[in-house]
């Protein structure tokens, strides 16, 4: 596992990405920046990563980090979506499960679109 900082304005989050194929992709690309979208309670947003199905899944916790093939998207699912159908979050289509957050969530239930995130290996 490779813990990571996500910056967002004055707020800093942690995580851990995987061993997976995806997530080693996204390690050797960071640090990364982009823009914020909201889908329900999950973060998302472009990164300079192309990959494509990696055990790819529907199945996910909250908590999970997942990279969306379709979207080129880095994911953070901290609760339910539109697609959902019970409080576990469902992502749009399949996506790579790449790690996990490790700090507390509650932060992300305040930020909005448009808001500009860093991701960078955590010391």
């Given at each position: 596992?490779?813990?990571i900082k996500l910056i967002i304005g004055d707020k800093v989050l942690?995580?851990?990405?995987?061993?997976?194929?995806?997530a080693n992709l996204i390690i050797d690309a960071l640090p990364i920046e982009s823009k914020i979208?909201?889908?329900?309670?999950?973060?998302?947003?472009?990164?300079?990563v192309k990959m494509g199905d990696e055990s790819a899944t529907m199945d996910l916790e909250i908590?999970?980090?997942?990279y969306w093939p379709v979207g080129r998207a880095f994911c953070i699912f901290f609760g339910r979506t539109p697609a959902s159908l019970n409080d576990k979050p469902a992502p749009a289509s399949p996506v790579n499960l790449i790690g996990r957050m490790t700090c507390n969530l509650d932060p992300l239930f305040l930020i909005g679109d448009g808001k500009k995130i860093?991701?960078?290996?955590a010391q």
């Amino acid at each position: 596992m490779t813990p990571i900082k996500l910056i967002i304005g004055d707020k800093v989050l942690f995580a851990e990405l995987n061993n997976s194929k995806t997530a080693n992709l996204i390690i050797d690309a960071l640090p990364i920046e982009s823009k914020i979208n909201t889908w329900g309670e999950e973060i998302y947003f472009t990164i300079p990563v192309k990959m494509g199905d990696e055990s790819a899944t529907m199945d996910l916790e909250i908590g999970d980090l997942g990279y969306w093939p379709v979207g080129r998207a880095f994911c953070i699912f901290f609760g339910r979506t539109p697609a959902s159908l019970n409080d576990k979050p469902a992502p749009a289509s399949p996506v790579n499960l790449i790690g996990r957050m490790t700090c507390n969530l509650d932060p992300l239930f305040l930020i909005g679109d448009g808001k500009k995130i860093r991701i960078e290996k955590a010391q």
